[in-house]
């Protein structure tokens, strides 16, 4: 097990040259994260301005949830606004009323831009300005874009965090700021973990209901859980928030690190940090251990899908004992996964955006054990002999912080085990 504080004598690969690729992507749209952003405010909707297309997608990804009332649906654009003949504007009011008048319990409505709202484009954020003050203050009408065009399936939520930036409260308050949207029980974890530390004064956006917003202002320092947050983390730093960099929290290593960087900041004592830490550090290093004997001596190749690639491909190599062949990420924002980079040693490709062909032709070329990838190319690979994992699932997944740092190294073993028992029963 590696030292969390040492970083490769060879140097990280922050300053390396990146492969920069501006061809054809293969990426999810940024409406997926309605899907656990939905679940994690449990007074908010989410109202898709889209097509049949965005509210397929919507249900089929959502499909195998059950919720007495579901909190996200689509205001469906058909031919007649696309080609301009209908005032959306005025359907949409419509619409709204219609939905806040059936559902009382709804405190904050995300408009939700798509594709299609895109290319008519519809005033979505002029739309969410009228319906605010038509509404309020019961409820408050955000907007933000989900759209697929240019943008990665991660961004979505970025987008609706930073959305929320602006309107919160103002504080002058010294208060730590734990930004992402985290599964409830993980998010109870680390304010647990925090809580011991003597951390107390502690918020979350999102926050799970709408009166619990936190408030932000030039005392507010705020730690990112996930990397895919830079618009967010450039409206929180626009309020005078100030950001605490740390790798992300995955893994023990990445888990103590980003504790380490935050109890630093609250001159936590590093006999304190011991004593919180010791046990729950030995447990997840003994869970990664079970999982990891799978991994060590094994290769993964990284396309660019969930913007995770960088802080994976440290707890990978790091903790797992993988090679990375090479590591794609869809942006790289050196301000957030800087501190990942420094941790990874200099030897995989670190590319940044897509020319697909050219990228699986290097997968093709390398045939890692393991190709982390969007569902698009993952079942293509599959059937080519490779092992894949999609990168979807390590959105969807419980694996943050030390008591899911088990299960984030079986989400990468599994595919192996898997591809493995194929193998032997196709030589019997
Ligand atoms: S890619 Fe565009 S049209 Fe397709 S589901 Fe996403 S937002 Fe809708």
Known sequence: ?????????????????????????????????????????QDAFFLVVGSRT???????????????????????????????LADAQEELD??????????????????VGSC?????????????????QIHAPHVRVLNYSG???????????????ASMVPGLAETRERELLIVGALPDVVEDQALGLLNDLGIDRVR??????????????????????????????????????RHIQAPFPFGEEGTTAWLRAVADEFDVSAETFERVTAAPRARARKAIAAQAA????????????????LPLARFLTRECGMDAIEVGAPFIHKGLVGPDMDLIA???????????????????????????????????????????????????????????????AGLFSRPLRRRERLRLEAAE
């Open 204 to 241: 979350t956006l999102p926050a799970r209901r709408a009166d619990d917003a936190p408030e932000v202002g030039p005392n507010t320092v705020f730690a990112l859980t996930q990397p895919f947050l830079g618009e967010t983390h450039a409206a929180l730093t626009r309020r005078g928030a």
């Open 116 to 132: 299609p709202s895109e290319v008519i484009k519809l005033d979505l954020a002029r739309a969410a300005e009228r319906l605010t």
């Open 54 to 84: 965005c509210a397929h997608l919507l249900q089929s990804a959502a499909g195998v949830m059950i919720f007495a009332e579901p909190r996200f649906g689509t205001a469906i654009l058909e031919e007649k606004d696309l080609a301009g």
């Open 346 to 408: 200099p030897g995989p490709v670190i590319s940044e955006g897509q020319d697909v062909d050219l990228q699986l032709d290097r997968a093709r070329a390398a045939r890692p054990d393991l190709t982390v990838c969007g569902l698009g190319l993952a079942n293509p690979l599959e059937a080519e002999g490779l092992a894949t994992k999609w990168a979807i699932e390590l959105v969807f997944t419980p694996v943050h912080f030390y008591e899911q740092a088990g299960d984030l």
């Open 147 to 161: 759209s697929g065009i240019e943008t990665t399936f991660t961004e979505g939520e970025d987008a609706c965090l």
């Open 1 to 41: 097990m590696n030292d969390y504080t040492s970083i490769p004598s060879s140097g990280g690969c922050r300053d390396l040259p990146v492969l920069k690729e501006r061809g054809q992507r293969e990426v999810f749209c940024g409406l997926t994260g309605i899907i656990w952003l939905h679940r994690k405010m």
């Open 294 to 309: 799978e991994l060590n001596g094994k290769s993964v190749f990284f396309f660019p899908d969930s913007q995770l690639e």
């Open 94 to 111: 419509r619409e709204v009323d219609q939905l806040l008048s059936r559902r009382p319990d709804i405190r904050q409505l995300f408009l």
